[in-house]
Nanobody, 125 residues
């Protein structure tokens, strides 16, 4: 199995940028698509972005497309979420997640079995 450690959250102002990191370890020889989800206070967890095993393909939620960029460096076993032009509605706990994926270019939004502990992002209004 794979273990995920997400980090990089913080308190920022609206319009600022922030980069989250997700370091994965364990069975890294097994191919995993890696995604970011978030959960705002009193709301359900929602999909944010995913990057394929190969790193070539990505998919984003409509609410953040154009502002966030997901990327991965397989040689460092790390996935990043670059967040620009942050808004108060981006506030929440961000979780990275891994899904076993034999198709190296697939970008799933469901089926994630492994989760990080979460990192909090706060953008006051």
């Amino acid at each position: 199995q794979v273990r995920l450690a997400d980090s990089g959250g913080g308190l920022v102002r609206a319009g600022d940028s922030l980069t989250l990191s997700c370091e994965y370890s364990g069975s890294t020889y097994i191919p995993y698509a890696i995604a970011w989800f978030r959960q705002a206070p009193e709301k359900q967890r929602e999909f944010v972005a995913v990057v394929s095993v190969s790193g070539e393909n990505t998919r984003y939620a409509a609410s953040i497309e154009g502002r966030f960029t997901i990327s991965r460096k397989n040689d460092k076993n790390t996935v990043y979420l670059q967040m620009n032009k942050l808004k108060p509605e981006d506030t929440g706990v961000y979780y990275c997640a891994a899904a076993l994926m034999l198709e190296r270019d697939a970008t799933p939004t469901v089926g994630f079995d492994y989760w990080g502990q979460g990192t909090s992002v706060t953008v006051p209004s």
